[in-house]
């Protein structure tokens, strides 16, 4: 192994640390920089901000210094991200700080290119220490807009609390960074570049996460389903990442037409889109399929490719019904034949659920908000499908969400359906499939206000009155006519390691079922992004027909007076509403 030797300088600002088999190591004097402490999912900032001086390179450096040697001396590490401005710079930075740190092997997706989804399967599959995703996700990207980073760790999920607390710790003590001196690597073909006894191979970014879900899906069956005259497919991947990996899997794998993509081609600032698929950004494709005549199934995806919206015919699957129905109907699916484990959702997403975990009789966990939260349960052998209501669905296939994963699940219950449906045949639409799991189950009446760019004190103030009142409520207070069970700021122990999360959202339960849950968004880039999750329980299926705004109107108007919405945050009206 490469030692690397510190030498005392005090004249130069670089200097050379070690030589280990050719490569040079500089130490670069830095300073401490505020404020890089991560949210949600790694830390988002806007481009300019990662551009400054040693932005970047401080919070690599500070993850070097925060993870145990044995975790990446002479290692192996996975790079990619959603192809968003500023990546290919990145790109270079993380190698050079890498090989700088004594890492062994760099896997970099061609072009700088891998989604999330991706990332985690490439870990898995080939071992990797962790891996770094270069993104944003679903936030705008260019030159005006929001970059990224995020680490993952061995089995592909995003790295865990204590490892981030102890980066932003790092952070704020930073003195030195370790960079090697070695030329930018081409990242445009697919190949290994050896420096001494460090390596970059750029792979391929599509081949081992298809490849996987080659074994997760039976692809006859979609192929069936897609090849059809009588079914239209559409995916918008919103010039996203997705892009990179529609053609090869809808079109080259499963016999989807060309056409059937569209804004196909990854772009750096996302042809000035907003990638986070959902009725307000994704509006191009919810038109399509409201249109007279529009397709019969219809798919996005946001920057980096986890997250996904489903649609049919004039209908749209809300995120907390997509995770149930996919839960519900495993049998179509040739991963779960063994049987599943157990269902997850985060805990504002809706308990359609827990419904069809009650009814299957199978483990069921509630979770704070974050896709990190799964993967100790699903390490422990605890859970097999899992969602939440910001469009993420996903499986133990991997350690993330996964966008395509989601659409080819929905295609596989459609062609599931419709195997034996002869040609003229009405086929089971997806409509139909939520309304029969609807009629089985009851419906959950779900929406979601984002109140985004809020000032921050107002937003935390608001929270705190939240608090407040929670903390003098009792089981049996009246809001107007729903009757509290309890409200509470949502604390969750992992049954797993046993650490403990609190502070997670503020929930208001009643009698009936119904729950209004009032959070702050940690992926926002900017001020604060206050969101207010209403639900509420219709067993009755001559009910179900109404339209989700109408049926949770006394609910919202109750949510937004109980927490005196306006006042704080100075907002007459929600900027996203799903
Ligand atoms: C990311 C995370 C998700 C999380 C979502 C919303 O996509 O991966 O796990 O649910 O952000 O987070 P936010 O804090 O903005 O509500
Ligand atoms: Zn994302």
Known sequence: GSTIRATSSSSSPSTTIAEPEGIKINSIPTKPIEGQKTGTSGLRKKVK?????????????????????????NGLLV???????????????IIKIAAGNGVGKILV?????????????????????????????????????DWGIKFNYSSGQPAPESITDKIYGNTLSISELKIAEVPDVDLSKVGVTKFGNFSVEVIDPVSDYLELLETVFDFQLIKGLLSRPDFRFIFDAMHAVSGAYAKPIFVDKLGASLDSISNGIPLEDFGHGH????LTYAKDLVNILYAENGPDFGAASDGDGDRNMILGKSFFVTPSDSVAVIAANT????????????????????????????????????????WKFFGNLMDAGNLSVCGEESFGTGSDHIREKDGIWAVLAWLSIIAHRNKDKKPGEKLVSVSD???????????????????????????????????????KSK????????????????????????????????????????????????????????????????????????????????????????????????????????
């Open 433 to 471: 499939v939520v309304k029969e799991h609807w009629a089985t189950y009851g419906r959950n009446f779900f929406s979601r206000y984002d109140y985004e760019e809020c000032e921050s004190e107002g937003a935390n103030k608001m929270i705190e009155y939240l608090r407040d009142i929670v903390s």
């Open 275 to 278: 990638p986070d698929p959902n």
């Open 49 to 73: 901000v990662f551009m400054q001086e040693n932005y970047l390179a401080n919070w690599i450096q500070a993850l070097f210094n925060s993870l145990p040697p044995e975790d990446y001396k």
């Open 79 to 93: 790079l990619g991200g959603d192809g968003r401005y500023f990546n290919r710079e990145a790109a270079q930075i």
């Open 475 to 578: 089981a049996g207070d009246k809001y107007g006519s729903y009757v509290l069970q309890f409200a509470d700021d949502f604390t969750y122990t992992d049954p797993v390691d046993g650490s403990v999360v609190s502070k997670q959202g503020v929930r208001f339960v009643f009698t009936d079922g119904s729950r209004i849950i009032y959070r702050l968004s940690g992926t926002g880039s900017a001020g604060a992004t206050v969101r207010v999750y209403i639900e509420q329980f219709e067993p009755h299926v001559s009910k179900h027909d109404v339209e989700a705004q109408i049926a949770l109107k006394p609910l919202i108007d109750l949510a937004i007076s109980v927490s005196k919405l306006k006042d704080f945050t100075g907002r007459e009206q929600p900027t996203v509403i799903t």
């Open 331 to 370: 049998e179509a699916i040739p991963y779960f034949k063994d049987g599943v484990k157990g269902l997850a959702r985060s805990m504002p997403t809706s308990g359609a659920l827990d419904r069809v975990a009650e009814k299957l009789n199978l483990p069921f966990f509630e979770v704070p908000t974050g």
């Open 109 to 145: 997706g061609k072009e700088g290119i891998l989604s999330t989804p991706a990332v985690s399967a490439v870990i898995r599959k080939q071992k990797a220490n962790g891996g770094f995703v270069m993104s944003a996700s679903h936030n705008p990207g260019g030159p005006e807009y």
